[in-house]
């Protein structure tokens, strides 16, 4: 006998969603996230929240339905039971779009201070340790020299079509 939640009366409805609601809620970090779905959900089950969720952030980001079909492989009954849950407010899947930009601009800032920060590290070893890191030195100079240099006529005439040859 197959469950519809449709054929239960509307306080056990409520009841029964409101549970599942608690038990998402009850989980405390990604970790705990990972293994609750893995055990409740197959890959394929997975795959096709994910696979809303993309089509939802397309469509958020102003995608045809034919650029979606293209992009993602997915019928347009797909994108429009979507569209559907977007026009009536969407606001679970907005409030997840926003949520996963601010997390991938933390994830890059944090990426460029740790970079920033790597760099800062070296440029002082090196100040510190001048011999030792000659090489690096002698580079960054001729570098900034080349920067500041500006290439004579005769340096330019030299990669000519017509001078190739010479060189």
Do not use: W
């Not at 609750?36 to 397309?58: C, N, Q």
């Not at 997915?74 to 606001?91: E, H, M, R, Y």
């Amino acid at each position: 006998m197959k469950f519809h939640l449709s054929k239960l009366p509307e306080s056990k409805r409520i009841q029964m969603i409101s549970e599942f609601y608690d038990v998402i809620s009850c989980l405390k970090n990604r970790e705990e996230i990972r293994l609750f779905f893995k055990d409740l959900l197959t890959p394929d089950e997975i795959a096709m929240f994910m696979r809303r969720i993309e089509v939802a952030v397309l469509l958020l980001a102003g995608y045809t339905y034919e650029d979606i079909v293209e992009y993602l492989g997915v019928g347009k009954s797909k994108i429009a039971n979507v569209q559907k849950t977007l026009d009536k407010g969407g606001q679970g899947y907005k409030l997840i779009m926003k949520r996963l930009l601010d997390l991938r601009r933390k994830k890059i800032d944090l990426h460029k201070r740790k970079t920033k920060a790597l760099y800062s590290d070296f440029e002082k070893l090196k100040q510190r340790y001048p011999l030792h890191f000659l090489l690096f030195n002698l580079a960054d100079q001729i570098l900034e020299k080349l920067k500041d240099k500006k290439p004579k006529d005769k340096e330019i005439a030299l990669f000519t079509p017509s001078n190739k040859r010479r060189l």
